[in-house]
């Protein structure tokens, strides 16, 4: 059935002591957040209102080779299953982020646990070298500026050896974000292709008809919007709830992060109407993908699923996982005051 269609497609991040407000030494600030709401806005604006016209930065994008790829790796599953649309959509979401995301995020918390674990080390460095450079300061009268680019350019470069000490440099942890965005856009651009028609077979069954009645549910057109907005509201919710977990995680959060928070929940909110503007389809794609998203993040704060990845202990982490995230949500919405 699918043949034709198969035969066409044939920071740099530094701890905050070195920030140049003068952070307090061994003070962390995030990586990243772990949902992609902020870079992919406007390509899901884009999904939903699709090319403008000939030549159109959108038109490049859904005819670029990533498209393509996404849509053959789209196609192979549903040939290889042979399940409806709806739910190979579900299956091709499940294997990408098992594969691909998952051992990614394990990895950003390997290096993110390695670099919490040298806090410690660089608080001691950082109070010595302090300690060192002021009284160097005081011999030769050097001026505070003087003394202060001193000490930061100390501390950059025996962090910087630290890191490499222990093959943990931050960056390193940003890789998930340069996977998983690129993945989250080309799968929607593939799957917005199918529904307009735009990739099409030259069978008598084209893919876009195969949309049209491999939906289930209140849904059963994947080429139609979900008038009844199910989709989009619980793609909301989980997006808020993924950014509730992350906040959750910090303590203390420092001005700008709690801005980025705030954004975060905005963007997570916006992406209601954006999702009730776009196929069925793509609803349900972006619905899968935060909702396995939210999976691997309560995952990954398994005790033993840590250890199993070989995740450094670390002083932050704990052995009821749930039970404080419980604690910590129920304290924060209900018994607020």
Not at 112 to 118: D, F, P, R, T
Request: proline share 6%.
């Amino acid at each position: 059935m699918l043949c034709g269609a198969r035969q066409h497609l044939q920071r740099r991040l530094l701890p905050a002591l070195l920030g140049s407000r003068g952070c307090p030494p061994g003070r962390r600030e995030p990586l990243g957040n772990p949902n992609p709401l902020l870079p992919v806005a406007a390509c899901a604006y884009g999904a939903a209102a699709g090319p403008a016209g000939a030549g159109s930065w959108y038109e490049t994008l859904a005819t670029s080779a990533p498209a393509h790829w996404a849509e053959a790796v789209l196609l192979g599953a549903q040939d290889a299953t042979g399940l409806p649309w709806w739910a190979s959509i579900i299956v091709t979401t499940a294997v990408l982020r098992s594969a691909v995301t998952l051992p990614l995020a394990a990895y950003q918390h390997y290096i993110l646990a390695k670099v919490e674990n040298l806090q410690p080390e660089i608080k001691i460095i950082a109070k010595n070298l302090n300690y060192d450079i002021a009284l160097r300061a005081k011999q030769l009268g050097w001026s505070k500026r003087l003394t202060r680019l001193t000490y930061l350019n100390n501390m950059r470069r025996i962090v910087s050896e630290l890191y490499v000490r222990d093959n943990c440099h931050p960056f390193k942890a940003t890789l998930l974000v340069w996977v998983q965005i690129p993945m989250w856009i080309f799968m929607s651009v593939a799957l917005r292709n199918f529904s307009l028609g735009i990739t099409d077979s030259e069978g008598d069954f084209s893919i876009r008809e195969q949309f049209s009645t491999g939906g289930v549910l209140w849904f059963p057109d994947l080429t139609l919007l979900d008038s009844t907005w199910i989709l989009p509201i619980s793609l909301g919710i989980l997006n808020l709830l993924i950014v509730e977990i992350f906040a959750l995680q910090k303590l203390e959060m420092s001005r700008f992060q709690k801005y980025v928070t705030h954004f975060t929940r905005g963007i997570s909110v916006l992406m209601i109407p954006i999702a009730a503007t776009v196929p069925s389809s793509i609803a349900l794609y972006w619905f899968c993908s935060s909702f396995l998203g939210l999976s691997q993040n309560l995952l990954l704060r398994s005790p033993g699923f840590r250890q199993l990845c070989r995740i450094p202990q670390t002083r932050s982490q704990s052995d009821t996982p749930y039970k404080d995230l419980f604690a910590a949500f129920y304290a924060k919405f209900f018994l607020r005051k």
